[in-house]
């Protein structure tokens, strides 16, 4: 798989991005937490490699990466490998699902493309995808209520020998990169985050913010079944902004549905637009509470000093007090956009052919951000909350680095 970034591209990247005392690549403080965040997406889940392979690369590698479902399984490949094997485990873990079936030797004819799209994603419902699920026999409609295989239409035992092979969650739980993952618990309905700064973490908690139902069955931990996480919120932007930090924090939260999209014009387009609005992370939403906090919280920092002494242990003046003031806080958002090919079968759509072109628009996306010159040029405040969204702003998504 070709999908490696190449030397022209990360050397003018590297020229490009203005360098700094103790950057770590290419002026990325060291003083500076880089978070990665990644939504669910099954089959676009490549776009979020690629736009890891591209920030690690010029930019540096992430001090914490959070995931929910497809985003959860690549956020442990990230986190649970060394620097250097991080971008061949992703490949080898991507050309694994996509290996049912290869890219065509020619390229497919005009109009033809969506018609393959399809019978790839009529496959994987008949098949499973490699090293990840496979249908089960007899299917569970014919199974006794109450086992295993009569609430659940596939197996993932396969992906769990994938994780265990692909990933190192000796590493995980020793801290040298942060992971959490979401899910859902089935009996009460909460969300639950699974933290390696707070428990020790292996492969059932990644597979249980992946089992999505009805396809794959509750994962249990402890005594509790879990669903994934995206059946409650498929980013877990919020939960990282929920986190005490004391260092200035730049978040990278990439997206594999966009919110915004155009008025349907079939029932196909309907499915498709209703999976994309159901799926959609709030990040703007939470950006959007996480600045007010910001500023409620600096405006009670700046009340309390000019309280007079006696005012000052007023139990509603302690209340204030206590209203956190956290550093600031940029939030790099990147949000893969559908071919004009792709229908509602794009999330479980595994052929060669759409996972490279996934990979390839993500890194052509987190690329071009990186040059853009208002994050080049960028101040680096000391607090409030910023959004950059510059991929969106691009011509042609989707082509490949040159």
């Known amino acids: 798989m070709a999908s ?38 099954g089959a676009l889940g490549a776009y979020q490699a690629g736009v890891f392979e591209a920030l690690s690369a010029v930019y540096r590698e992430p001090t914490w990466v959070a995931g929910i479902s497809i985003g959860a399984i690549n956020a442990a490949l990230i986190a649970g490998n060394p620097a250097e094997l991080r971008v061949p485990r992703l490949q080898e873990f991507w050309r694994l699902l996509s290996s049912a079936l290869p890219s065509p030797v020619l390229p497919a004819p005009h109009g033809a493309r969506q018609s393959l799209n399809e019978a790839s994603a009529t496959q994987v419902m008949l098949f499973g995808v490699p090293g990840f699920f496979s249908p089960r026999f007899p299917p569970a409609p014919l199974r006794p209520p109450g086992s295993p295989g009569a609430i659940s239409y596939y197996d993932t035992t396969p992906l769990r020998q ?8 000796d590493r995980i ?17 909460n969300f639950a985050y699974f933290d390696s700064t707070k428990q020790r973490i292996d492969a059932r908690h990644i597979m249980a913010s992946g089992a999505l ?27 990282v902004l ?6 200035r924090r730049v978040v990278f939260q990439v997206d594999l549905f966009a919110a915004r999209g155009a008025l349907p014009t079939s029932l196909a387009e309907v499915t498709e637009r209703e999976k994309d609005i159901r799926f959609s992370s709030r990040t703007r939403l939470g950006t959007t509470n996480e600045l007010d906090r910001q500023v409620m919280a600096q405006a009670a920092q700046r009340l309390m000093a000019k309280l007079p002494p ?68 960028r101040a680096r405040q000391a607090t409030g909350v910023r959004v950059f969204d510059l991929a969106g702003e691009r011509p042609c998504v989707g082509k490949p680095v040159a």
């Open 4 to 41: 490696s970034l190449s030397s022209p591209s990360r050397q003018r990247l590297r020229q490009e991005s203005p360098a700094s005392a103790g950057s770590s690549v290419s002026g990325a403080p060291q003083n500076e937490e880089c978070i990665l965040v990644l939504q669910g997406g």
């Open 162 to 169: 994938t994780l265990e092979r692909l990933v190192d969650f």
């Open 310 to 377: 006696a005012l000052r242990n007023d139990p509603d003046a302690l209340a204030l007090a206590r209203v956190r003031c956290e550093s600031a806080v940029d939030v790099v958002h990147l949000i893969y956009r559908s071919k004009h090919y792709e229908s509602q079968s794009k999330d479980y759509e595994f052929s060669r052919l759409s996972m490279q072109e996934h990979w390839d628009s993500g890194r052509a996306d987190m690329a071009h951000t990186l040059l853009d010159p208002r994050w080049l040029n």
């Open 173 to 189: 739980n020793a801290g040298d990169v942060r992971l959490s993952v979401g899910a859902v618990n089935v009996r009460t309905g």
């Open 213 to 239: 139902p009805p396809g794959f069955e509750p994962v249990e931990i402890d005594g509790e079944h879990y669903w994934d996480g995206g059946l409650v919120s498929n980013t877990p932007l919020q939960h």
């Open 242 to 247: 929920d986190q005490p930090g004391k260092l």
